[in-house]
């Protein structure tokens, strides 16, 4: 029976010095506490989400049954769990064998030479087992480093839209014809003028957006073929279409022609605003057809997925939130075996399968893209198999690299986009285009800001000055 820990989220959002890590750990470690001190065969493995846990527990049994090992499976906070391995590997503190992080937490391993960041490089392996050609391409970028594979892609988590087809029909409107955002607007802006309840503003705004959300601002700038980072590291948040598509995206929230409106996920108020209707499409990363299913359940049958509008005509219809990497640490004595598991866990059919089916996420190994449960109908979406548009989706996601300075980089993304609505609501400039030159001096700032923070530690893309 393998493990499912629980810790607590204790130490969520705080900043913690090394000898606190170093005791958090410790702490935390103490619940692992029921293994048998005299079993030396045992495998650790940590992972912080529910439906991967529950997507491993019947491989891992056949696993000890075919090897004689048991591996404690524990499922740990994603900040505690980033804690954790910071402490592991940067002070040497026990740790798992294999362990899962999410994305911006990955990038807080990735600091100075991809050789002494303390995980293993799966290059070689990847090329000597053949696997570099079952996994889709931008999938493998955001857990490189320096160019070095340092984790396993767990997903691909291509993003669509989730619409109010039920609304939508209602009023004798549709969305057959629609390529890019314009065109999305265009087809649904009759919904603006529904005021039924005469307070003054739209029953159903068409977009579930706010510039507070840094990461859909984010995915929206990658769509466009913009980035945070550039190959050395360094922060470029004011070039390529990130001025133009912040500018854009803040003035769908002001002025006269407003179509978005601000509807929190995982909270009880934004499922019930969902319910309702209060905005026509959300923008929904394939993990996010899962939560709706388990946190909207009124919405059953009445929405649809479609492609993300493009940003130009022949553009990009999707784009990439979130992610999961496996990792093995240099510090494990069982390399070769954490090797072995991985690709069982990530490479076989049968967790890929209870992954979507539990949380709606696909898996980045192409062959299995052709598997049955991927194309079935899905009753919530009026029986639409949207894992058949997700997977059309999924080679066309943007790359992206990882950085340790992701967190702060999104941070300074958020305050911008408030920062020039803000300017917008006060000046009443609502044109796109007179707005794009102050979030390009904005976004400068900002990368200048984080430009000097990176100048002042010892390691600058992945190089030891």
Same mark, same amino acid.
């Given at each position: 029976?393998?493990?499912?820990?629980?810790?607590?989220?204790?130490?969520?959002?705080?900043?913690?010095?090394?000898?606190?890590?170093?005791?958090?750990?410790?702490?935390?470690?103490?619940?692992?506490?029921?293994?048998?001190?005299?079993?030396?065969?045992?495998?650790?493995?940590?992972?912080?989400?529910?439906?991967?846990?529950?997507?491993?527990?019947?491989?891992?049994?056949?696993?000890?049954?075919?090897?004689?090992?048991?591996?404690?499976?524990?499922?740990?906070?994603?900040?505690? $769990? *980033?804690?954790?391995?910071?402490?592991? =590997? @940067?002070?040497?503190?026990?740790?798992?064998? #294999?362990? !899962?992080?999410?994305?911006?937490?990955?990038?807080?391993?990735?600091?100075?030479?991809?050789?002494?960041?303390?995980?293993?490089?799966?290059?070689?392996?990847?090329?000597?087992?053949?696997?570099?050609?079952?996994?889709?391409?931008?999938?493998?970028?955001?857990?490189?480093?320096?160019?070095?594979?340092?984790?396993?892609?767990?997903?691909?988590?291509?993003?669509?839209?989730?619409?109010?087809?039920?609304?939508?029909?209602?009023?004798?409107?549709?969305?057959?014809?629609?390529?890019?955002?314009?065109?999305?607007?265009?087809?649904?802006?009759?919904?603006?003028?529904?005021?039924?309840?005469?307070?003054?503003?739209?029953?159903?705004?068409?977009?579930?957006?706010?510039?507070?959300?840094?990461?859909?601002?984010?995915? $929206? *700038?990658?769509?466009?073929?913009?980035? =945070? @980072?550039?190959?050395?590291?360094?922060?470029? #948040?004011? !070039?390529?279409?990130?001025?133009?598509?912040?500018?854009?995206?803040?003035?769908?929230?002001?002025?006269?022609?407003?179509?978005?409106?601000?509807?929190?996920?995982?909270?009880?108020?934004?499922?019930?605003?969902?319910?309702?209707?209060?905005?026509?499409?959300?923008?929904?990363?394939?993990?996010?057809?899962?939560?709706?299913?388990?946190?909207?359940?009124?919405?059953?049958?009445?929405?649809?997925?479609?492609?993300?509008?493009?940003?130009?005509?022949?553009?990009?219809?999707?784009?990439?939130?979130?992610?999961?990497?496996?990792?093995?640490?240099?510090?494990?004595?069982?390399?070769?075996?954490?090797?072995?598991?991985?690709?069982?866990?990530?490479?076989?059919?049968?967790?890929?399968?209870?992954?979507?089916?539990?949380?709606?996420?696909?898996?980045?190994?192409?062959?299995?893209?052709?598997?049955?449960?991927?194309?079935?109908?899905?009753?919530?979406?009026?029986?639409?198999?949207?894992?058949?548009?997700?997977?059309?989706?999924?080679?066309?996601?943007?790359?992206?690299?990882?950085?340790?300075?992701?967190?702060?980089?999104?941070?300074?993304?958020?305050?911008?986009?408030?920062?020039?609505?803000?300017?917008?609501?006060?000046?009443?400039?609502?044109?796109?285009?007179?707005?794009?030159?102050?979030?390009?001096?904005?976004?400068?700032?900002?990368?200048?800001?984080?430009?000097?923070?990176?100048?002042?530690?010892?390691?600058?893309?992945?190089?030891?000055?």
């Amino acid at each position: 029976m393998h493990r499912l820990v629980e810790s607590v989220r204790s130490m969520a959002g705080v900043s913690l010095p090394l000898s606190a890590m170093m005791a958090a750990a410790a702490i935390a470690g103490g619940l692992l506490a029921a293994r048998p001190s005299n079993d030396r065969r045992e495998f650790e493995m940590w992972v912080f989400a529910r439906e991967h846990a529950m997507a491993y527990e019947s491989l891992l049994e056949q696993y000890k049954v075919n090897h004689g090992i048991e591996v404690g499976l524990t499922r740990i906070s994603i900040d505690a $769990l *980033l804690q954790r391995v910071r402490s592991g =590997l @940067f002070s040497g503190t026990p740790m798992a064998d #294999l362990f !899962e992080i999410e994305y911006v937490s990955a990038g807080q391993l990735f600091r100075g030479p991809a050789d002494k960041v303390g995980l293993v490089p799966l290059d070689d392996r990847l090329r000597d087992a053949n696997l570099l050609d079952q996994i889709n391409g931008p999938s493998l970028a955001a857990w490189q480093h320096s160019g070095v594979q340092l984790g396993l892609p767990h997903d691909v988590h291509p993003v669509g839209l989730i619409v109010r087809h039920d609304l939508i029909s209602h009023y004798g409107l549709s969305l057959d014809n629609v390529e890019t955002w314009t065109d999305f607007f265009q087809a649904l802006r009759p919904l603006l003028d529904i005021d039924q309840d005469e307070d003054g503003r739209p029953d159903h705004y068409l977009l579930s957006y706010w510039p507070s959300h840094a990461g859909y601002t984010e995915l $929206l *700038l990658r769509q466009a073929g913009g980035r =945070l @980072f550039d190959h050395r590291g360094l922060p470029v #948040l004011h !070039e390529g279409p990130n001025p133009r598509v912040l500018a854009t995206a803040v003035s769908w929230c002001i002025g006269p022609n407003r179509v978005a409106t601000e509807i929190p996920d995982f909270s009880d108020t934004g499922n019930r605003r969902k319910a309702r209707g209060d905005a026509i499409a959300y923008l929904a990363p394939d993990w996010m057809t899962g939560v709706w299913k388990n946190d909207v359940p009124d919405a059953a049958g009445r929405v649809r997925l479609i492609a993300l509008p493009a940003w130009e005509p022949g553009g990009r219809r999707t784009s990439v939130y979130g992610g999961t990497m496996l990792a093995i640490p240099t510090s494990s004595e069982r390399i070769d075996q954490a090797w072995e598991l991985a690709v069982e866990l990530y490479f076989s059919p049968e967790p890929a399968k209870v992954t979507w089916e539990q949380a709606g996420v696909i898996s980045p190994v192409r062959s299995l893209w052709s598997s049955s449960f991927y194309h079935q109908p899905d009753e919530y979406y009026g029986g639409q198999p949207i894992g058949s548009l997700l997977i059309k989706l999924a080679p066309d996601v943007p790359h992206r690299a990882n950085s340790p300075y992701l967190r702060a980089a999104q941070s300074e993304l958020q305050a911008v986009g408030m920062r020039l609505l803000e300017h917008a609501e006060q000046t009443q400039t609502y044109d796109p285009a007179l707005l794009e030159p102050i979030a390009r001096e904005y976004l400068e700032r900002s990368s200048e800001k984080l430009a000097r923070v990176i100048e002042r530690s010892p390691f600058i893309g992945g190089r030891q000055r």
